[in-house]
């Protein structure tokens, strides 16, 4: 069953063409890496899943909503698809636990007893239940973003999104952020859509990796075909550059 | 020196007194209105609805730009050539409120564009509504930075409270002018009082939003 499915979505910011004719199928949980050098639109594009850029043409399907219909509840999309920031975008007013808690109070109306049990049990799955009662400016780059996958996590979503969520750590942080992320992908249904350019990771964790570049999908391979086949000279290009670091 | 007391007899220490329950009872009315409906119109401005805020941004905007007095004429002489007869007090509570909703509609606005775009796609992703994201989130962080800028504003808005006697009402000041009309050895005496009244009451207010400050951070 698909989760996310693309039809030739065109996506402009004025006359820009941001997206250019995407089609893309996620089935129910893949873990799908989306890699491209910056500005090919991997952030837009996975943006758009959950409403945070607006697509022009097309047509796009997430969870069986369909997006491009402005009738469409974007909050019950919302509900069952987290995001993870580049930026974290922990709520700086609240502790690390309420951060947890809220949206699964608000929107699932989950009881306190257990959404509270829920949000401890993740703060041990991410390694920072002595955090708790801390509040996100006291915090690490690496611990905000370990925080902010739990919040994502409360919801129990069916799909979460990545987008670049090592991209503004320091180095020795990332490697925590990543087991956690490399946990959920092995230890859970979820379809995962995660905009990297971490390889290791993508080779660890991928099912399938899509490359991207000026808009365009422009290879779309499982993850043993890419990285040692790669079909497209950019793609070839562009691991052959991020490879020597 | 003994003559510089005279100034202060039993009555017209309580005529002065009255007149500043009258300009507590002003200030106090207007800031309370005007925090919840400048509140409001800031919101109103930063949503950008279509159409309706720009019409609410124009309003706002002629309402800035005029002088406090010439509202607080508007609203005691004007406004009964259109069957509206507010009492004076209430013609002052009007004038009062919708200056500084405007004026304070303008720092609620920029509080909550100072507010980092991140936490509303945060919240919004996380599956909070607009409204939610509004309440739990934004508003708190926008009022945190907003409480130097709308001290500042409450306090000019009880110092404009003076503005009033124009329209003969009977608030301190007023009753200041009524009181050193009586002898010119009392101005410096009442001007003194007053200023002592004035300060006192501002300076009160900056205190409890130092409290505030320090409470909510």
């Known amino acids: ?26 089935d129910a949980g893949e873990t799908v890496v989306l890699i491209g050098p910056s500005g090919s639109g991997k952030s837009t594009l996975i943006r758009t899943i959950n409403g945070l850029e607006e697509i022009e043409e097309g047509q796009l399907e997430v969870d069986g909503f369909d997006l491009h219909d402005p009738k469409t509840d974007m909050n019950k ?42 949000a401890m ?17 006291s915090l690490s780059g690496g611990q905000k973003q370990r925080i902010a996958i739990a919040r994502s996590l409360a919801m129990k979503p069916k799909a979460l999104l990545f987008d670049e969520p090592t991209s503004a750590l320091d180095p ?21 859509l995660v905009v990297t350019h971490e390889m290791s990771f ?3 964790v991928a099912d399938r990796v899509i490359f991207m570049a000026d808009g365009r999908i422009l290879e779309d391979s499982s993850t043993e075909a890419f990285f040692d086949n790669p079909k497209e000279p950019r793609a070839k290009k562009f691991l052959s550059q991020v490879e020597h670091h | 020196m003994s003559e510089f007391f005279d100034a202060f007899t039993g009555a017209n220490l309580g005529y002065l007194m009255d007149g500043l329950g009258i300009t507590v009872g002003v200030s106090v009315i207007s800031v309370v209105l005007s925090l919840i409906i400048g509140s409001i119109i800031g919101i109103i401005l930063f949503e950008k609805l279509p159409y309706f805020s720009s019409l609410v941004g124009t309003l706002n905007n002629i309402v800035r730009n005029l002088p406090l007095l010439l509202i607080i004429f508007f609203t005691y002489f004007a406004l009964p050539q259109f069957g509206v007869h507010l009492p004076i007090f209430w013609a002052t509570v009007v004038a009062m409120t919708g ?43 926008a009022y945190k930075k907003m409480i130097p800028p709308i001290i500042s504003q409450l ?16 608030e301190l000041t007023y009753r200041g002018q009524i009181v050193y009309a009586q002898n010119s050895n009392y101005i410096v005496p009442v001007l003194l009082f007053m200023t002592i009244v ?19 951070a």
């Open chain 1, 1 to 26: 069953m698909s989760m996310i499915e693309f039809k030739d979505v065109q996506k402009y910011y004025g006359d820009f063409h941001a997206l250019y004719d995407i089609n893309l199928k996620i």
């Open chain 1, 77 to 118: 999309i919302r509900k069952n698809v987290g995001m993870v920031f580049q930026h974290f975008n922990l709520y700086n007013n609240k502790t690390v636990i309420e951060n947890i808690m809220l949206a699964p109070r608000l929107v699932l109306k989950r009881d306190e007893a257990e959404n509270k049990k829920i």
């Open chain 1, 121 to 137: 049990e993740l703060l041990e799955q991410v390694g920072l239940v002595d955090k708790a009662n801390a509040m996100p400016s």
């Open chain 1, 172 to 192: 020795e942080m990332i490697g925590d952020v990543l087991d956690v992320m490399r946990d959920i992908a092995k230890n859970s249904s979820m379809t995962m």
């Open chain 1, 202 to 204: 993508a080779k660890a």
């Open chain 2, 99 to 141: 200056f500084q909703s405007a004026m304070l509609a303008e720092i609620v606005r920029g509080g909550l564009e100072a507010v980092d775009r991140g936490q509303f796609e945060g919240a919004r992703a996380n599956g909070l509504s607009n409204m939610q994201t509004m309440i739990h989130i934004v508003l708190p962080q």
């Open chain 2, 155 to 170: 306090i000019s808005l009880v110092k404009d409270t003076s503005l009033a006697s124009g329209i003969v009402l009977a």
């Open chain 2, 198 to 216: 004035y300060f006192l009451l501002n300076y009160g207010l900056s205190l409890i939003a130092k409290w505030f400050d320090r409470r909510l």
